[in-house]
């Protein structure tokens, strides 16, 4: 007997592996960083301040000096990755690739800033970065433990408008921050308690369902709004608000420490939270068991797992995580408006992809669209030639690039969005 | 059951065995009846409750998380946890319990393997320690055998065996009268839901299969030789990648004449599907080239290969052949529903449509309501024989049906039989894809045998099955006479091992 030698490979995939295409990009990217932003790039020093003052520590470079320097490091990642490095290098050279490109363009922005604007304050561009970025966490968090037990959550936005009202309502009512915080929690909940009802119970199309109760929800907040929020404004929309917390000795830590250790009680249960689910969802009993409902439901039935119960469960968990980023809002920020989310619970769920569906990964996501939000907020202040508008566009073309599976296969949970009908 | 018995139950396809194991472990609830275990009456709410009482299952589509490693499919479910109310996973602990049992037993598995990475034996072997790590007295193997390899088969029958020794008890469901007479102790043959009767392994096939069926039933087709003409179809160094952009086909070269029947005999998931697929034009082609009566067809569209004459019975029938919720009569014309007489312009002719259906139901014997009943509602069957009527109502230079028998009624599988028969005779060259090799052998004048992508063997009808097996399991004979390129090849050789003759890989099917 002979075992006929089954090598494959009769087709050469070519020299253009996706890696490589990547790299190419990157590589004409970081030419462009080097020429254009280098010609375009003043003379004068580009500062980036470390302190809350503007005289205070900072960074400095020569403008045309970084645009070209920061463009040559692009370039060679980009040639890095179509020489072909070893798998594992692949994210960490991008992600060295990009951080340069991005640097390369704000020495160029920062140094043709009109004099006495030509400084970029750190501390405000990391804080902005993440108070923009937390609904998306609470958001996409939601997301997260939805669809890894397979219920897609579109109701994201849903789950924080109504946790942003209830929290304003009850926190008025109550004068208490804390009952707010309940509240919201609450009306998360409530608005998941629908979808699971109608996903899980009725077997209604999850998706359909999603978008039915974000407009459920701007019509029942909308018309309490009105009624009750603009009528007496005194009574039914002045909830108290959070006050920050400063944390000891880690607030010291420049730039870091005053943009995140002297936030908010969200700041500080946001980044917890993901780190929490995180570790929930890959190291306990109740993740594993979420994953295999997620993945492979009549799997984890036939080894006497609960699959609707840890659904239900899952999803009015995430009402309550997203209820309370709603209420990030009402209870620290701003007082109540009508459809005052305004979109962000879709962008959670762009980050949620983004983030292939991780909580860190979602986390990641979060702060790079708070990041490109905040720069463009930015660069609209220092009166920079290009369109904000444009900045603006700039993470959901990522986010398409990678869905479109340029950075990695994103791959969701395989019975994401699959109603569960047993036998 | 007694303890350390292996008990077959016996029953064709669709005849209620694997619901009445499911209903055994508590994934079904029964509407009547009762089961006992140690002659208490047992009421299983959930499949939880069959665990407890000792009852543990491998199910016929493995009930396997494709994502997680082998360490966590097992541990899911009865996961071993510390750290109180959080219930961090111990994985170490999982691992030592894995490896217990594996030695145990002598399954070797390796606890950090992610499932979607190992082989279906493999997967398999996964699902029996799985059970086993549950501490199970009864262990229900559904079907354990149909995606294996005969050698891989046998494995599994050792393991079988030692389970026995150490006391557990198996139900063992198949339809495959060798491996049941080559381990069970006792047989039950259950046919339309109903046990029909008990008997021993020392039972004939004959008997064990007329018990199964209700009458006796052919175990050959009948026709006269094949008198091939001109090649029709003609695949030459084609190469392809299935869905996970995995070499699936890699570089198969094979002839099909005018009026022969082609068999393509093989373990599921060897790259049929994905060789036919890309003959239709579902699936593109790498590399290589596909002929049809001489003219180049790789890269055309499916629709144009139809046109072009060749009349397909995709292998899953629900999915890719029918719409399930259309009319039988509108599932018959799905192919040319734009051409006269059937569609004009923007316009379908219902009554065109309809007369056809009426004469198309007669001539195929489909067994239907009416015209109008939606497909969905016809069983099996029937669901295939529309199929075959509406493929075969062209005009064909080429027939290719993959798995056209699978879940189908014994009597509809003769008339099926029949009509691919009848249509070589009538000078079509004819491809057939079946993982069921009496199937292949019954009809095909040739046989290609498909192993990791690649034609490892063309043999005759009548080369013994031990024989095919074997290239099934890509082993070939060190002699000349299976190369990739020969013609059909004779009988058995010098250099052909030694076929065992009641060989339980080497399947009767009834």
């Known amino acids: 007997m002979a075992v006929p030698d089954v090598a494959t490979a009769t087709v050469d995939e070519g020299f253009w592996t996706r890696n490589r295409k990547v790299g190419a990009a990157l590589l004409a990217l970081g030419v462009l960083a080097a020429v254009l932003f280098g010609a375009l790039a003043t003379d004068r020093q580009a500062r980036f301040t470390l302190s809350e003052t503007e005289g205070g520590a900072a960074l400095e470079i020569n403008g045309t000096i970084g645009a ?50 030509n400084f970029m304050p750190m501390v405000n561009i990391v804080r902005g970065t993440f108070i923009l970025a937390l609904p998306l966490v609470f958001g996409a968090l939601a997301g997260v433990l939805c669809e890894r037990s397979g219920v897609v959550n579109v109701a994201i936005e849903g789950q924080l408008l109504m946790g942003a009202f209830s929290g304003a309502l009850f926190g008025s009512l109550f004068n ?42 701007v019509g029942i907040t909308g018309f309490l709004y009105e009624r009750l929020m603009q009528t007496n404004a005194e009574k039914y929309n002045s909830a108290p608000r959070f006050t920050n917390w400063e944390i000891p000795l880690l607030k010291d830590i420049p730039v870091i420490g005053p943009a995140l250790f002297r936030g908010n009680l969200f700041l500080y249960v946001g980044l917890l939270l993901v780190l929490v689910i995180h570790l929930a969802l890959f190291r306990t009993r109740w993740g594993l068991r979420t994953r295999s409902v997620g993945e492979h439901p009549t799997a984890a039935d036939t080894l006497g797992v609960k699959v609707l119960g840890l659904r239900y469960r899952n999803v009015l968990l995430a009402g309550v995580v997203a209820g309370i980023g709603g209420a990030s809002y009402t209870l620290a920020l701003y007082t109540f408006t009508k459809n005052m989310i305004g979109g962000k619970g879709f962008i959670a769920l762009a980050a949620l992809i983004f983030g292939r569906w991780s909580p860190t990964g979602a986390l990641l996501a979060a702060l790079f669209f708070g990041f490109a939000d905040q720069l463009a907020t930015y660069l609209g202040a220092i009166g920079s030639s290009i369109p904000s508008q444009f900045l603006a566009m700039l993470p959901y073309l990522a986010t398409i690039l990678a869905v479109a599976g340029l950075v990695g296969r994103v791959r969701a949970p395989a019975a994401d969005g699959k109603p569960y009908i047993k036998g | 059951m007694e303890p350390g018995e292996i008990h077959a139950l016996l029953g064709e396809n669709g005849a209620g065995k694997s619901t009445l194991m499911n209903v055994l472990y508590g994934l079904y609830q029964p509407d009547e009846g009762e089961i006992l275990v140690d002659g208490k009456p047992l009421k299983l709410k959930g499949p939880s409750d069959a665990i407890a009482a000792g009852i543990g299952m491998v199910h016929q589509h493995f009930m396997l998380v494709p994502v997680f490693t082998v360490a966590e499919n097992i541990m899911l479910g009865a996961e071993q946890v510390k750290g109180g109310i959080v219930g961090f996973l111990d994985r170490r602990r999982a691992r030592r319990e894995v490896a217990e049992v594996s030695e145990r037993y002598n399954l070797r598995v390796d606890p ?83 046990t029909v009767g008990t008997a021993s392994p020392e039972a004939s096939r004959d008997e064990l299969a007329a018990l199964m069926v209700g009458r006796s039933v052919k175990l050959t087709v009948e026709k006269q030789p094949a008198t091939p003409g001109k090649p029709i179809l003609q695949v030459s160094g084609l190469v392809v990648d299935d869905d996970r952009q995995v070499r699936a086909v890699d570089g198969v070269d094979l002839t099909v004449h005018a009026g022969e029947v082609l068999g393509v005999a093989g373990v599921q998931g060897n790259g049929q599907t994905e060789l036919i697929e890309a003959i239709m034009g579902l699936r593109p082609t790498l590399a290589g080239t596909v002929t049809l009566d001489g003219q180049p067809i790789h890269g055309w569209s499916t629709k144009k290969v139809l046109h072009a004459g060749v009349g397909y019975v995709p292998e899953d029938r629900s999915v890719d052949g029918l719409v399930k919720e259309f009319s039988v009569a509108e599932n018959l014309v799905l192919d040319i529903y734009d051409r006269p007489p059937f569609g004009k312009g923007l316009a379908l002719k219902p009554d065109a449509i309809a007369r056809s259906a009426k ?31 509406r493929e075969l ?118």
């Open chain 2, 393 to 510: 109502s062209r005009p064909l230079k080429l027939f290719i049906a993959a798995q056209p028998t699978r879940g189908v009624d014994v009597g509809s599988i003769e008339f099926i039989h029949s009509r691919v028969i009848r249509e070589r005779d009538a000078g079509t060259a004819v491809m057939v894809v079946s993982s069921e090799l009496d199937e292949v052998i019954g009809l095909a004048d040739r046989i290609a045998v498909m192993y990791r992508g690649r034609i490892i063997g063309l043999v005759g009808p009548d080369t013994p099955r031990e024989e095919i097996g074997l290239l099934m399991a890509g082993i070939t004979p060190d002699a000349a006479g299976a190369t990739p390129t020969g013609g059909a090849a004779g009988g058995p050789d010098a250099g052909t091992p030694a076929p065992t003759p009641e060989s339980p890989g080497n399947e009767d099917k009834a």
């Open chain 2, 112 to 194: 950090d393997a992610v499932i979607e990475d190992l082989p279906v034996g493999i997967q398999q072997r996964v699902e029996i320690v799985k059970a086993l790590t549950r501490d199970v007295d009864l262990l229900i193997l559904d079907e354990p055998t149909a995606v294996l390899t005969p050698q891989e088969t046998e494995e599994l029958l050792a393991v079988m065996r030692s389970l026995k020794a150490a006391g557990k008890s198996i139900v063992f469901i198949t339809h495959k009268l060798g491996e049941v007479k080559a381990i069970a102790d006792r047989i039950t043959v259950i046919r339309r839901g109903k």
């Open chain 1, 68 to 117: 070209i320097l920061f463009g040559v490091i692009a370039t060679a990642a980009g040639g890095a990755l179509l020489a072909g490095v070893p798998k594992r290098w692949f994210t960490l050279v991008l992600g060295v690739g990009l951080v340069a490109f991005v640097l390369s363009f704000l020495c160029w922005q920062v140094s043709a800033a009109p004099e006495g604007r």
């Open chain 1, 176 to 217: 208490s921050v804390w009952v707010g915080l309940v509240a919201a929690a609450i009306g998360g909940a409530f608005i998941s308690l629908l979808l699971a009802v109608f996903a899980i119970r009725y077997l209604v199309d999850q998706v359909v369902m999603g978008v039915v109760l974000n407009l459920l929800a």
């Open chain 2, 359 to 389: 004469e198309r139901i007669e001539q195929f014997d489909v067994r239907t309501p009416s015209a109008d009943a939606a497909v969905g509602t016809l069983s099996g069957g029937n669901q295939q024989k529309v199929i075959v009527a």
